[in-house]
């Protein structure tokens, strides 16, 4: 007896928050496929009952990945089609449905993605910040040596940088980027899509200021600005920041001796003035 013909795995895009930003082509899917693979069934069961969408539920989240994404990988192999999604957003950015497409990848399943919302996209159109490369991060780690270590590692990164952080670690990672990248530009966008949707342009250092004052609230996502190419010689913003700190050290103002960095290395003076008042 021949295997039967694979099924095919569905990654549907659902909505970040307002459940009108469904698809047409989305709800024929979840309408069409024989199960669904979820990050949270509530949440799902939630939208489902919203588009009065009757269909099996299966928990595929990071801690059952493992067992669950073989019992689904063999129901798809089996010929049953099934629809992967997220909480909110594209399956497979910064969650776990990235390992169940690489379990399905490995065996050729066939695999067919139905676009939508995505936060990180999004919110990087709304920032004001350079979108023409960017450098999608995910969340930070929660140890905070590994924390260090990955900001240090984007330090220099000149694409625009996009995170993800929770309401309760916000001001953590805020300090830590201050502290790291140096007070540089940064466009905060929180609960996206719905009733308290907002968008702050500001500096690290404002942002800093803004939320000791204000607690946190909603998901996050952080767009922060690339260091700026020093223009004329192929030199690091850290070394600019050398030649500057030298200068203050020899006796001129720090403006001074911005101005003298910036004139010889060709990077910027502002990025410049901002981080060596940072350091």
Same mark, same amino acid.
């Given at each position: 007896m021949s295997n039967p013909t694979p099924g095919t795995l569905f990654l549907v895009a659902t909505p970040i928050g307002n459940l009108s930003d469904i698809s047409e082509r $989305?709800?024929?899917?979840? /309408?069409? &496929? &024989?199960? =669904?693979? $979820? *990050?949270?069934?509530? %949440?799902?069961? @939630?939208?489902?009952? @919203?588009?009065n969408i009757k269909k099996p539920v299966v928990s595929y989240y990071r801690h059952n990945s493992r067992?669950? +994404?073989? #019992?689904?990988?063999?129901?798809?192999? +089996?010929? *049953?089609?099934? $629809?992967? &999604?997220?909480?909110? +957003?594209?399956?497979?950015?910064?969650?776990?449905?990235?390992?169940?497409?690489?379990?399905?990848?490995?065996?050729?399943?066939?695999? %067919?993605?139905?676009?939508?919302?995505?936060?990180?996209?999004?919110?990087?159109?709304?920032?004001?910040?350079?979108?023409?490369?960017?450098?999608?991060?995910?969340?930070?780690?929660?140890? #905070? #040596?590994?924390?260090?270590? /990955?900001?240090?590692?984007? #330090?220099?990164?000149?694409?625009?940088?996009?995170?993800y952080?929770?309401? @309760?670690?916000?001001?953590?990672?805020?300090?830590?980027?201050?502290? =790291?990248?140096?007070n540089r530009r940064i466009s905060i966008s929180r609960e996206?899509?719905?009733?308290?949707? *907002?968008?702050?342009?500001?500096?690290?250092?404002?942002? %800093?200021? @803004?939320?000791?004052n204000k607690t946190p609230r909603g998901e996050f996502v952080l767009v922060v600005e690339g260091v700026e190419k020093c223009k004329d010689l192929e030199i690091s913003l850290d070394e600019a920041v050398k030649i500057a700190t030298t200068l203050i050290s020899d006796g001129d103002t720090v403006k001074d001796a911005v101005k003298k960095a910036a004139d010889m290395t060709g990077c910027s003076k502002n990025l410049l003035y901002n981080t060596v008042i940072s350091t």
């Open positions: $989305a709800i024929k899917t979840l /309408q069409d &496929v &024989v199960f =669904i693979a $979820a *990050e949270d069934t509530r %949440v799902t069961r @939630h939208l489902l009952e @919203h588009l067992s669950s +994404g073989e #019992k689904i990988l063999s129901r798809i192999l +089996g010929g *049953e089609n099934c $629809a992967l &999604v997220t909480d909110a +957003g594209t399956p497979g950015i910064s969650d776990p449905g990235e390992d169940l497409v690489c379990l399905c990848a490995e065996e050729n399943i066939p695999m %067919v993605m139905i676009p939508g919302p995505c936060a990180a996209v999004s919110a990087l159109a709304l920032s004001g910040l350079s979108s023409a490369r960017f450098s999608f991060e995910g969340f930070l780690s929660t140890d #905070k #040596k590994k924390r260090t270590s /990955q900001l240090k590692e984007l #330090k220099n990164e000149t694409r625009t940088m996009v995170f952080e929770a309401p @309760h670690k916000l001001m953590r990672t805020l300090n830590d980027m201050l502290e =790291i990248l140096g996206m899509t719905k009733m308290y949707e *907002e968008t702050l342009r500001l500096t690290i250092s404002s942002a %800093v200021s @803004h939320f000791e």
